[in-house]
């Protein structure tokens, strides 16, 4: 069945260092592939998003790449914050068919100041 | 435009109990979601409805089931709860052209526990 798979599952960094989390997806009929942050105690919230007809695509810190011949997205956070600490969900859509929205496990990300 | 709406925000219910949640989309939002959210399994789709029709059904027991009103407000039933149903339950409503996936806005979730 479908399935994406997300790493790492914790990530602790330093703050004004980069993260990357890393995707990859089963369902070759995947083509839109969101990213939501989730604060603790609240809901999930879309940070950025990526079609497959695009390579990669970036807004300020955040960026996001696709590989879609290997099946692999990432996000990137540039000069993470505290406030970035946070758990970070990506997602595979496919957009035939109804949208069955698999989501990766998570990555806990900590940003130490 | 007032955010997803979920209602009860927490309940607590005995196994075999039946419990049904609800959810009002964003206002001109056709698509609705459910997930499940549990801290070891993360975010599981439940199922996805538009315009009142079921399009997509995750993993789930047919315990799991649910429906859409003409308004787009949604409704999910759990039957014969069993203790491992305790969990936070998540809707999401998004735009959904036909054929393009679009950003989901979710609920703050229903905290059910199973006793």
């Known amino acids: 069945g479908e399935n994406v798979e997300q790493h790492p599952s914790t990530l602790s960094v330093q703050e004004g260092d980069s993260a990357v989390i890393k995707c990859t997806y089963s369902?070759?009929?995947?083509?839109?592939f969101p990213w939501y942050k989730q604060e603790l105690g609240k809901r999930p919230q879309l940070i950025i998003d990526i079609r497959s007809n695009v390579g990669e695509k970036k807004d300020q810190r955040i960026a996001v790449t696709l590989n879609k011949t290997a099946k692999h997205f990432s996000l990137h956070i540039t000069e993470t914050q505290p406030e970035d600490s946070a758990v970070y969900f990506c997602a595979a859509i496919p957009d035939t068919g109804g949208f069955k929205t698999i989501f990766g496990a998570g990555t806990r990300l900590f940003v130490k100041a | 435009k007032a955010g997803v709406t979920q209602t009860p925000r927490y309940l607590i219910k005995t196994r075999g109990q039946q419990v049904t949640l609800s959810c009002s989309p964003i206002?001109?939002?056709?698509?609705v979601s459910w997930y499940q959210q549990t801290p070891g399994q993360g975010l599981q789709f439940l199922f996805e409805y538009f315009s009142e029709t079921q399009r997509n059904k995750g993993n789930f027991p047919g315990r799991f089931s649910g429906r859409q009103f003409s308004n787009s407000r949604s409704e999910m039933n759990v039957s014969t709860l069993e203790l491992g149903d305790s969990a936070l339950y998540l809707c999401?409503?998004?735009?959904?052209?036909?054929?393009?996936?679009?950003?989901?806005?979710f609920g703050p979730g229903t905290r059910l526990t199973v006793l």
């Open positions: 999401a409503s998004s735009t959904r052209q036909v054929t393009a996936a679009s950003e989901q806005f």
């Open positions: 369902d070759s009929a995947s083509n839109y």
């Open positions: 206002s001109g939002h056709r698509s």
